[in-house]
C-alpha cells in the first residue's frame, strides 16, 4: 500500500482551512497569551503561562498532522460503484454472523457518526479493495486467525 492517505474533497478542504486557521490566526493568539503570561513574573510559578505553552504544544502537533493529511492526501472519488475502494462505505458480514458491521475505509478526517472507520492499510482493509459486492474475502489478523468476511454493501 503507497504511503498516499485517500480523502474525500469535503475532508480535504476541512482540514486544508483548518490547518490555515491554526497556522495564521492561532498562532498569533497563542502568541499574545504568552507574551502577556510572561509579564505577570516569574514564570516557574505562572500557572497562565504553562497552560499557553501546554496548549501550544498541543495545537502545534496538531499542525504538524494535518500538514501530513495534506501532503500526503489523494483525493479520491466517491460514489457510483459497487466496488470496494478508500473512501466508501463498505458493510460486511463474518462468516458464521448474521450481524452487518459497517467500516468507512479511509482516514479517520473521514469519520461520520455512527460508522467505525478501517484503514485501507490494515489486513482486512486490504483484503477488501478491489472487491464488489456479494463476494467473500479472507484475510489473516495480526495474530494468525484466518477470517472469511461477505462484502453485502458499498456506500
Do not use: C, F
Not at 498541543?58 to 498532522?65: C, T
Not at 469519520?111 to 467505525?116: A, Y
Amino acid at each position: 500500500m503507497s504511503d498516499r492517505i485517500p480523502l474525500s474533497q469535503d475532508a480535504y478542504d476541512r482540514i486544508k482551512a483548518e490547518h490555515q486557521q491554526l497556522t495564521t490566526e492561532w498562532r498569533l493568539d497563542i502568541a499574545r497569551k504568552i507574551e502577556a503570561a510572561r509579564e505577570l513574573g516569574d514564570l516557574s510559578e505562572n500557572g497562565d503561562y504553562h497552560a499557553a505553552k501546554e496548549e501550544q504544544g498541543k495545537v502545534e502537533g496538531r499542525i504538524a498532522h494535518l500538514a501530513n493529511l495534506l501532503e500526503k492526501g489523494e483525493i479520491v472519488e466517491q460514489g457510483g460503484s459497487d466496488e470496494v475502494r478508500p473512501g466508501v462505505v463498505v458493510g460486511i458480514r463474518y462468516e458464521g454472523d448474521d450481524e452487518v458491521e459497517r467500516y468507512l475505509l479511509g482516514s479517520i478526517e473521514e469519520r461520520v457518526e455512527g460508522t467505525e472507520v478501517m484503514s485501507p492499510g490494515s489486513a482486512l482493509g486490504q483484503a477488501l479493495i478491489g472487491q464488489k459486492v456479494g463476494e467473500s474475502v479472507e484475510y489473516e489478523t495480526p495474530t494468525g486467525a484466518k477470517l472469511t468476511v461477505e462484502i453485502v454493501s458499498v456506500d
